[in-house]
């Protein structure tokens, strides 16, 4: 069983600060993702987790004992971090292997794990490769194995960016092997795994905590921060999204409010949930408004607050033709571009009321359909389920750009 | 206006001893965005640097616009080049890295600060024109290099891995606009990656290439569509693969396969009666292709025609909602495992360990012989 817990851990780098006052914790068994962009303070933290690095305040608790002072060694963890530390005059398999010499692991189990890892990374037939004869990918992969060598003795993995340097399709692969293996039963491990990549921290995922410079944004299931983002920065990170600014006009408004208000500009219509509550805006297109769902963090939006709503764009629909739909938010616009993905099929669309003209992004399966009929310069129709709509205390020109930009 | 034809083209290096590119002929046409696409070693940058001019063919011909540029160096080959760490030059200033291409080769001034103003308005960094690199990030620098690339007045753009050295969340971000600015340009652009994602996402045509060789070469819908190799069917997206043999030819080009050890019987087409009684054969289907639908599904009252529909029943293993889409983990009852992806909103009621119905249309069941070494042909390397 492993816990650990961080208290206010602050590092700083010359006058930079790193971290400022983290503190949270991660479950025994978890399979704990830190996500955030480079320069967010990922590796540091994880660094100091690992005892590889020390915070210049604050606590790092393991099973409620204070080990802040600890050696890596002391720890008993697994780690592998972003250069892979291969040692170059062993073979494959000696690099593997080698902490079962420092284990004393007898000669049979030492081949039988060997096996499982190699064959769990494709890295089965290698054995004789010396680390200077692997590609970039394939070294990262033996890193990786090493760190999974130590399992039975440790129950708490360290990775770091652990399938950076692969190739997508082997990626995604693995990344479903490191999940199943980690909650294998017989393992009991707890992970934290740090990575830049969004689809890989929900894809294995139990929690979520989302880095920017220094800070934790947000620690949540898949699920909590994909749909119930606390700041625009988690909402952007997750996905493309659609951005529109607007004034709050009602809070909690009544069914009846909604209905009325609608039926009187014949504009729109918002269906409205039996649990929630919803918010009336404006976003200055066409007068429309639209309701939403309140979410957690949005309960200090008042009337007649600044707003921004932010709509994923794998939750825009599209439909062909220009009547506006009375049962969600809806918009008439024509189709700028559009590019086949895969998956999916992106669209520019763009919307265009008097002089107001606005761009969005829109993602939705690939189908036959989709293919034949929905083409540049079609009349389009796009709409949301007011469900799906996020609102955000607006946060000041300057932030959002930051944020969209990415910079 | 550039029209690029490589005819048997091979190349060899270290006086023969590694042959990189393999007696390969594409083209590309004017106005296209085109990929080179593959793993790592397989010849796709030497590919880019015989177009581009900075390695000769050691047989074959290169065309640009029919003749042969055997003769023509790469500053006079009308290409603006983009590499993955930008080559940016950091002691010279935003406006200088952009005219320093343009002053070498003896443009008018005028000429110099119309066609580098226009180049840095475009990617959307003119002001800060007098600044020094230093002030971009990542994303900054290669906006730069954009703006150097096209501020010649190439019609053609060169790109080894250009979103390479972006984070992932940027590099999403940045591909559409890089995407856009070469449509809206009107330029020919030729990009290399081994991110088969991105080469989804931007290009017009992939040609997908593996050892020295193209595999196969069209548009990211042909190829999604019509893989014409395991290799590529699994490069492309994500597949699952089941092996079987042919149980019976059916009428209609038909037939009935029967996934190995006691799996399930599926009919799929047969196209062009390629496959005989008791071939081996792995089949391939998309994740997004597969159905699923509960046990107790009224088919009868549905308003959909599931008549081309091959229907089997797997236990779910688990699924995991990862944002854009839901995925489930299945098992046939032999053991074999394949995968379903759904988009996220998919609204479903499966627990693990459940028993589900799964349904694949016979038209997205594509059928492969037998390969003598199948990791080989999934391995992406």
Request: glycine share 6%; net charge negative; charged share 25%.
């Amino acid at each position: 069983m492993v816990e650990i817990e961080l208290k206010n851990i602050t590092k700083t780098y010359g006058k930079t600060p790193v971290l400022k006052d983290i503190s949270f914790v991660i479950k025994d068994e978890e399979y704990f993702i830190i996500l955030g962009p480079t320069g967010a303070g990922k590796t540091t933290l994880l660094k100091i987790m690992a005892g590889l690095e020390h915070p210049d305040s604050g606590k790092v608790l393991f099973d409620g004992k204070d080990v802040t002072a600890k050696s890596p060694g002391e720890r008993n963890l697994g780690f592998m971090f972003e250069n892979y530390a291969l040692f170059p005059h062993m073979n494959l398999v000696e690099n593997v292997a080698y902490s079962s010499r420092v284990h004393a692991r007898n000669k049979e189990m030492t081949n039988a794990l060997v096996n499982q890892v190699l064959m769990m990374t494709l890295l089965t037939g290698r054995d004789n490769a010396f680390p200077e004869e692997l590609s970039g990918g394939m070294k990262q992969r033996v890193a990786l194995c090493r760190a999974l060598m130590n399992l039975e003795q440790t129950k708490l993995l360290i990775l770091d960016e652990p399938l950076k340097a692969l190739d997508a399709g082997l990626r995604m692969n693995l990344r479903q092997e490191l999940l199943l293996m980690a909650k294998s039963k017989e393992l009991d491990l707890t992970v934290i795994h740090v990575t830049n990549e969004e689809q890989e921290a929900m894809m294995v995922a139990d929690r979520i905590a989302v880095m920017n410079q220094g800070e934790i944004i947000q620690i949540g299931s898949p699920h909590e921060i994909y749909y119930h983002p606390k700041e625009l920065f988690v909402a952007n990170f997750l996905s493309e999204i659609n951005y529109f600014e607007g004034i709050c006009i009602k809070n909690e408004t009544p069914l009846w409010d909604i209905h009325q208000k609608s039926e009187q500009k014949d504009k729109f219509y918002a269906e409205i949930h039996e649990h929630s509550s919803p918010l009336l805006l404006d976003i200055g297109f066409n007068n429309q408004f639209a309701a939403y769902v309140k979410n957690d963090f949005n309960d200090q939006i008042h009337h007649g607050d600044k707003i921004l709503l932010v709509v994923r764009a794998n939750h825009m629909k599209i439909r062909l033709g220009n009547r506006l739909s009375r049962k969600s938010n809806s918009f008439i616009g024509k189709i700028l571009r559009r590019k086949f993905m895969g998956v999916f099929y992106r669209f520019e669309v763009i919307i265009r009321v008097k002089s107001k003209e606005k761009k969005i992004i829109i993602t939705i399966p690939a189908t036959t359909e989709i293919h034949n009929r929905f083409l540049e310069d079609s009349e389009v129709t796009v709409y949301f389920p007011k469900e799906l709509g996020i609102v955000f205390k607006y946060p000041g020109e300057q932030i959002i750009q930051d944020i969209l930009k990415l910079e | 206006m550039p029209e690029i034809e490589l005819i048997n083209v091979t190349k060899t290096f270290n006086e023969g001893k590694v042959l990189a590119v393999d007696n390969i002929s594409l083209k590309i046409e004017d106005g296209d965005y085109v990929f080179l696409l593959g793993p790592t070693g397989c010849g796709k940058t030497t590919t880019l640097r015989m177009i581009a001019g900075l390695e000769m063919p050691t047989k074959g011909k290169v065309l640009i616009n029919g003749k042969n540029v055997e003769a023509i160096p790469p500053e006079d080959r009308d290409m603006g080049f983009i590499f993955q760490h930008f080559e940016i030059f950091n002691h010279l200033t935003v406006w200088e890295n952009v005219t320093f291409g343009l002053e070498m080769r003896g443009f008018e001034d005028d000429y110099i600060i119309q066609q580098a103003e226009k180049a840095l308005k475009t990617v959307g960094i003119l002001e800060y024109a007098d600044e020094y690199p230093s002030v971009f990030a990542n994303p900054g620098l290669q906006k730069l290099a954009i703006a150097r690339a096209i501020a010649t007045g190439a019609n053609t753009l060169i790109m080894d891995e250009p979103l390479g050295s972006l984070d992932p969340k940027v590099s999403k971000v940045f591909r559409h606009e890089l995407r856009n600015l070469v449509k809206d340009l009107g330029l020919t652009a030729v990009h290399v990656t081994h991110n088969q994602e991105q080469a989804m996402a931007i290009a017009d045509k992939i040609i997908i290439m593996r050892n020295g060789k193209i595999l196969q070469m069209g548009t990211p819908y042909a190829l999604y569509e019509n893989p014409n190799s395991i290799f590529v069917a699994n490069f492309l997206g994500e597949t699952n693969f089941l092996q079987g043999f042919v149980l019976r030819l059916l009428d209609h080009d038909l037939m009935e396969i029967w996934i190995r050890l006691g799996g399930p019987k599926i009919i799929c087409k047969n196209p062009g009666l390629k496959f005989n009684l008791d071939n081996n054969i792995v089949i391939a289907f998309r994740y997004e292709d597969v159905y699923l639908f509960p046990m107790d599904y009224d088919f009868k009252n549905s308003l959909y025609d599931w008549s081309e529909m091959e229907f089997f029943t797997v236990t779910l293993e688990s699924s995991r909602f990862i944002g854009e889409t839901k995925r489930f983990y299945l098992r046939l009852e032999n053991g074999d495992k394949f995968t379903s992806v759904k988009p996220g909103t998919f609204e479903e009621n499966f627990f693990s360990g459940n028993q589900i119905l799964v349904g694949v249309h016979q038209n997205d069941i594509h059928v492969f012989k037998a390969p003598s070494d199948l990791l080989y042909e999934l391995s992406l390397s």
